[in-house]
């Protein structure tokens, strides 16, 4: 489709008009307590039973308590962004369709990309946990015993054998999602209290059985664990693994991806989302509080490193790997459901070929759920679960920054923009500040991280430092709160916009420099064929720029013209829309 008169910069920054009714082809079946289950699902599939073991062993020690707290209290001003988000924007696609409303085309394509990242080495990850531990459970480590001896690899930065068994399960859970997922739910829900009787178990348990003086371990022989102690990889281990603890923190687009299948979605987000990370960040402190309290750090560095901690007592050993295998899968499910919303809702969107929004008569998008299945399937087969986490860091901390800049920017939206999906005179330089504020950010984590605190780091990462503060109270000083301009109101305002969400922006940025540079290297190589494939179909066809060239006017108030157009140009029928019936 040619663009005419659209130029590539037009094109780049258009934004998509937000939902103005809450009338769906999407059944509302959802209240808070699903909502909570789907994101309980992932986080606690993708977080304590997959990377908690390796991570408390290979990098922080017992002071993985302290790298949890950090990540959860960055997390947190997150969680309260996404809360302002979900109850002002209704929709699939969660952070993608936030970015789309407020910064743009080319941001949410980068976002779109990044969760697809997340979402799908996430799941890669729970894929490798979950046949380690199904495997540890039925077989007593036969099946991974013989893939080490058969299938072994010798090639730096991949795995150190081919996970089969891994990408049998994947194809089970795509099976699973293509029949149909309607008691998906109702399954996670029953799972999720099993799941949680177990971590109960390792907690008391842990606590009887353990010593504190394994909190105190002297140096091992082997240099390659650290130095000892509480944190015997330093202050420098500490933040590393909060930044790859964030994988365990990835649950709130499970949730806000479900807004059009919520009951009351502006309401029952917001809560869903402040119940479970309230409660899963709870089970990771004592959780692994009790690990590293039970079994020395250097001992857990195994995927099954939660059940083999208490290897000494059987059934206790029996009651963890039971949970891990219910956790593991529940996420699996949860987690490919989401990725798939994700692709089905870019690919509505014309960012990605339209044929990837297929659904079956049934209303299944069988599509999107096949397509979400070949990157999981790949880092099952090619990489070790450090290195899987350490890329879904990287996407989700991308995510992290621009949903909090969202933030900061939706405050400058009046409605007749957002109505009109063009940018004001003001909300372009709003726009420009915020990324001026973000980029200053990662010049000051870096200075600080990478050129260290000498004179020259500590100099010029305050400097950038500085620079960023200054652009925040210019965004503040300048522009105009919703409230006076009238812009759309939310059922959830984040407090102390702009300072919190910019604190959010900064602590995200020093996380993402403290990340390998060879993590970085494959997210980029992820996202730059992302941008590739944006660049070759989606910059000319995407949904709002067919509509503009077509010269519809996106002024009107309910964009009921663009939409109807759209119907008009979909070459799919009514059957090819995704409903929530199969939830």
Excluded at 140 to 145: K, Q
Excluded at 401 to 413: A, H, K
Excluded at 476 to 502: I, Q, R, Y
Excluded at 544 to 560: C, F, N, P
């Amino acid at each position: 489709m040619a663009t005419g008169r659209l130029s590539i910069i037009d094109r780049l920054i258009q934004r998509r008009v937000p939902e103005r009714t809450t009338d769906t082809s999407l059944r509302r079946c959802l209240g808070v307590f699903d909502l909570v289950n789907n994101g309980f699902s992932v986080m606690v599939g993708a977080g304590i039973f997959v990377i908690t073991p390796v991570l408390t062993a290979d990098t922080t020690g017992p002071a993985v308590i302290v790298s949890y707290l950090i990540a959860g209290i960055t997390s947190l001003i997150s969680a309260l962004t996404y809360c302002e988000l979900a109850g002002r924007f209704q929709g699939v696609g969660s952070a993608y369709l936030y970015v789309y409303y407020v910064l743009g085309e080319l941001a949410a394509s980068v976002i779109g990309i990044s969760i697809m990242i997340e979402a799908m080495i996430g799941m890669a990850s729970i894929m490798k946990s979950l046949s380690v531990y199904t495997d540890q459970l039925l077989f007593n480590g036969t099946l991974i015993r013989l893939e080490e001896t058969h299938l072994a690899m010798d090639i730096p930065f991949l795995t150190s054998y081919v996970d089969l068994f891994g990408l049998f399960l994947l194809i089970l859970a795509g099976v699973l999602n293509l029949l149909g997922v309607k008691q998906t739910i109702r399954f996670s829900g029953v799972c999720n209290v099993i799941v949680i009787v177990s971590l109960l178990m390792v907690v008391i348990m842990g606590f009887i059985l353990g010593t504190p003086d394994n909190w105190a371990l002297p140096a091992p022989p082997d240099d390659t664990f650290g130095d000892g102690g509480f944190a015997p990889y330093g202050l420098g281990g500490i933040f590393t693994g909060a930044s790859l603890a964030y994988f365990s923190y990835n649950g709130f687009d499970a949730v806000a991806c479900l807004g059009l299948e919520a009951k009351n979605p502006q309401r029952d987000i917001p809560v869903a989302i402040v119940i479970c990370f309230s409660l899963v960040m709870t089970l990771y402190m004592l959780v692994c509080g009790a690990i590293t309290y039970v079994a020395p750090y250097y001992t857990l560095g195994t995927q099954a490193g939660m059940a083999l901690a208490f290897s000494k007592y059987p059934w206790v050993s029996a009651v963890v790997s039971t949970g891990a295998v219910l956790a593991t899968a529940t996420g699996s499910l949860s987690g490919l459901l989401m990725t798939s919303r994700i692709v089905y809702s870019m690919a509505q969107d014309g960012i990605l070929h339209p044929s990837l929004a297929k659904v079956t008569t049934k209303q299944i998008p069988w599509v999107s759920i096949v397509v979400s299945m070949v990157l999981p399937a790949l880092g099952i087969l090619l990489l070790d679960i450090e290195e899987l986490v350490m890329m879904n860091s990287g996407g989700l901390l991308i995510c992290f920054c621009l949903t909090n800049i969202c933030v900061i920017v939706g405050r400058y939206q009046g409605e007749n923009s957002a109505a009109m999906g063009r940018y004001t005179f003001k909300e372009k330089y709003s726009n420009m500040m915020a990324m001026l504020f973000w980029l200053t950010s990662l010049a000051s984590c870096f200075c600080f991280s990478v050129i260290g605190f000498d004179k020259l780091g500590i100099s010029s990462g305050l400097f950038f430092l500085a620079l960023s503060c200054v652009t925040l109270c210019l965004i503040k000083h300048f522009f105009e709160e919703e409230t006076k301009n009238g812009a759309p109101m939310t059922s959830f305002k984040c407090p102390l916009v702009p300072w919190l969400p910019g604190l959010g922006v900064y602590v995200n940025s020093a996380l993402m420099v403290s990340l390998p540079w060879m993590t970085w290297v494959r997210v980029l190589v992820c996202l730059g064929l992302g941008l590739c494939m944006y660049a070759m179909y989606g910059l000319q066809n995407s949904s709002v720029t067919r509509a503009r060239s077509d010269g519809l006017e996106l002024e009107s108030a309910d964009g009921a013209e663009m939409e109807s157009s759209l119907v008009e140009r979909d070459s799919y029928s009514d059957t090819d829309k995704l409903v929530g019936n199969e939830l």
